[in-house]
T-cell receptor
Framework: DGGITQSPKYLFRKEGQNVTLSCEQN?????MYWYRQDPGQGLRLIYY???????QKGDIAEGYSVSREKKESFPLTVTSAQKNPTAFYLC????????????FGDGTRLSIL | GESVGLHLPTLSVQEGDNSIINCAYS??????FIWYKQESGKGPQFIID?????DKRQGQRVTVLLNKTVKHLSLQIAATQPGDSAVYFC?????????????FGQGTILTVHP
């Protein structure tokens, strides 16, 4: 079945370390997105990409970096510059056309020890 | 700036009842609206969407109503089941060609009692 795979589901890292979250999709979607969700809150956009080798900052990009070398993959790196990285991270994808829904993975919960 | 708000942060219903979740939005340029359901520990799941050229759309056990005049959206769930218990998000786009710009509110927690 087509879908979005995020790994790992839980991730623990020491303070000061960079950590990379994986997101892979086999939906043949051109656009991919990363969101952060804090407890009891909605989703906030970190980065998004509408085509390979191109991406744009979202509303809360500071302390994060991304790459888009392949259509299927959009990894997110949480750097040591991110002051409060503990959160639930969600990856999504969509076709690049106005008024289309995004499809989400099941998230990675990152905890900083 | 944009905001998407919900009138009721929590909603409790009995199994078999109909549920109505309301949502207000502020961006008059929004022309596309989506309802997502999020269960604990999972990603949001698409339920139904509606474009601004419509005022009603029906799916399986769900109906979305759009009132652009007062910038209000609602999701109606018929014969609510315990499996419907989740957080429901009303999402709107920024209008125009901003494909990736979806605005998420805090969500409404729906609890269905057997």
């Amino acid at each position: 079945d087509g879908g979005i795979t995020q790994s790992p589901k839980y991730l623990f890292r020491k303070e000061g370390q960079n950590v990379t979250l994986s997101c892979e999709q086999n939906l043949n979607h051109d656009a991919m997105y990363w969101y952060r969700q804090d407890p009891g809150q909605g989703l906030r956009l970190i980065y998004y990409s509408q085509i390979v080798n191109d991406f744009q900052k979202g509303d809360i990009a500071e302390g994060y970096s991304v790459s888009r070398e392949k259509k299927e993959s959009f990894p997110l790196t949480v750097t040591s510059a991110q002051k409060n990285p503990t959160a639930f991270y969600l990856c999504a994808s969509s076709i690049v056309q106005a008024r289309q829904p995004q499809h989400f993975g099941d998230g990675t919960r990152l905890s900083i020890l | 700036g944009e905001s998407v708000g919900l009138h009721l942060p929590t909603l409790s219903v009995q199994e078999g009842d109909n549920s109505i979740i309301n949502c207000a939005y502020s961006n008059s340029a929004s022309d596309y609206f989506i309802w997502y359901k999020q269960e604990s520990g999972k990603g949001p799941q698409f339920i139904i969407d509606i474009r601004s050229n419509m005022d009603k759309r029906q799916g399986q056990r769900v109906t979305v109503l759009l009132n652009k005049t007062v910038k209000h959206l609602s999701l109606q769930i018929a014969a609510t089941q315990p499996g419907d218990s989740a957080v429901y998000f009303c999402i709107t786009n920024a209008g125009g060609t901003s494909y990736g710009k979806l605005t998420f509110g805090q969500g409404t927690i729906l609890t269905v009692h057997p």
